[in-house]
Nanobody
Framework: VQLQASGGGLVQVGGSLRLSCVVS????????MGWFRQAPGKEREFVSA????????YYADSVKGRFTISRDNANDTAYLRMESLKPEDTAVYYC?????????????????????WGQGTQVTVSS
C-alpha cells in the first residue's frame, strides 16, 4: 500500500488549504484514514480520522470546527480541508491508513495503530 500526500504550501493566517492523500496498492475502501501532523521538535499528533464509509469522523480538539476530513472511495483519495488557519497549524502533515476496527477517537489517535504512512506535506501558516 502506498500513500501520496499533497496540497501543502504557504498560506497566511486565516487562509485555507486542502490536502489530498491518494492510496494505491490495495482496496482503498477497506482502510480507515487518518491525518497527523508534526511540528519541528514536537511529537507527531493526531489531527483527524474517517471511517471506511465516511459516515463517522473524528477530530482533535485543536482543529474542531476548522478542519474537515472526507474521502472519495471511487477515486481512492482522502482529503483534509483546513480553514481559518493559525500559525500553530504549521507542521508537516501526514496521511495514514489502518485496517483496525477502531470505534473511538483514542484508537484513531494512536500512531502505532496505523500500518501505512504517506511521505508528508509541509503546511506553513505565516502571520
Amino acid at each position: 500500500v502506498q500513500l501520496q500526500a499533497s496540497g501543502g504550501g504557504l498560506v497566511q493566517v486565516g487562509g485555507s488549504l486542502r490536502l489530498s492523500c491518494v492510496v494505491s496498492g490495495r482496496t482503498f475502501s477497506t482502510y480507515r484514514m487518518g491525518w497527523f501532523r508534526q511540528a519541528p521538535g514536537k511529537e507527531r499528533e493526531f489531527v483527524s480520522a474517517i471511517t471506511w464509509s465516511g459516515k463517522s469522523t473524528y477530530y482533535a480538539d485543536s482543529v474542531k470546527g476548522r478542519f474537515t476530513i472526507s474521502r472519495d472511495n471511487a477515486n481512492d483519495t482522502a482529503y483534509l480541508r483546513m480553514e481559518s488557519l493559525k500559525p500553530e497549524d504549521t507542521a508537516v502533515y501526514y496521511c495514514a491508513a489502518t485496517q483496525l476496527d477502531c470505534s473511538s477517537v483514542g484508537c484513531y489517535a494512536s500512531v502505532p495503530n496505523y500500518a501505512y504512512w504517506g511521505q508528508g506535506t509541509q503546511v506553513t501558516v505565516s502571520s
